[in-house]
C-alpha cells in the first residue's frame, strides 16, 4: 500500500516563510501520473493549491503564484515552498499523488499565520 506522509508545518508570523514536505512509501515520486498540493481551512472546502505532471508541467493556484513553488526530487520527496505568507494562508496541507485510477492522499500537516 502506497503512503504519502507531509511534515514541516507550523506556526508563523506574516511576511515568513515555511517548507513543506511530502515523502511516498513507493519507489519513487516519480512512480505517480501527477502531484500536488492541497489545503483545507477551517470551514472551507479543501482546495487545490500546486501541482506537478509527470513531464513536468506546474500548476499554481492563483492566490499562491508568486509566493509559492512546488517541487520534487529524484527520488521520493515532494516540496511545497511557501513565501510571503499570509494569514488566509492558514490551512491544514495535503499532499496528493495520482497514479492510474488510484488516488493518494497524506494525513495534512498544519500551516497557522499568525501575528
Known amino acids: 500500500q502506497v503512503h504519502l506522509v507531509e511534515s514541516g508545518g507550523g506556526l508563523v508570523q506574516p511576511g515568513e516563510s515555511l517548507r513543506l514536505s511530502c515523502t511516498t512509501s513507493?519507489?519513487?515520486?516519480?512512480?505517480?501520473?501527477?502531484v500536488a498540493w492541497y489545503r483545507q481551512a477551517p470551514g472551507k472546502e479543501r482546495e487545490f493549491v500546486a501541482s506537478?505532471?509527470?513531464?513536468?508541467?506546474l500548476n499554481y493556484a492563483d492566490s499562491v503564484k508568486g509566493r509559492f513553488t512546488i517541487s520534487r526530487t529524484l527520488a521520493k520527496m515532494m516540496y511545497l515552498q511557501m513565501n510571503s505568507l499570509k494569514p488566509e494562508d492558514t490551512a491544514v496541507y495535503y499532499c496528493?499523488?495520482?497514479?492510474?485510477?488510484?488516488?493518494?492522499w497524506g494525513q495534512g500537516t498544519q500551516v497557522t499565520v499568525s501575528s
Open positions: 513507493s519507489r519513487s515520486i516519480f512512480d505517480f501520473s501527477s
Open positions: 496528493r499523488g495520482v497514479r492510474g485510477t488510484a488516488d493518494y
Open positions: 506537478i505532471t509527470g513531464g513536468g508541467t
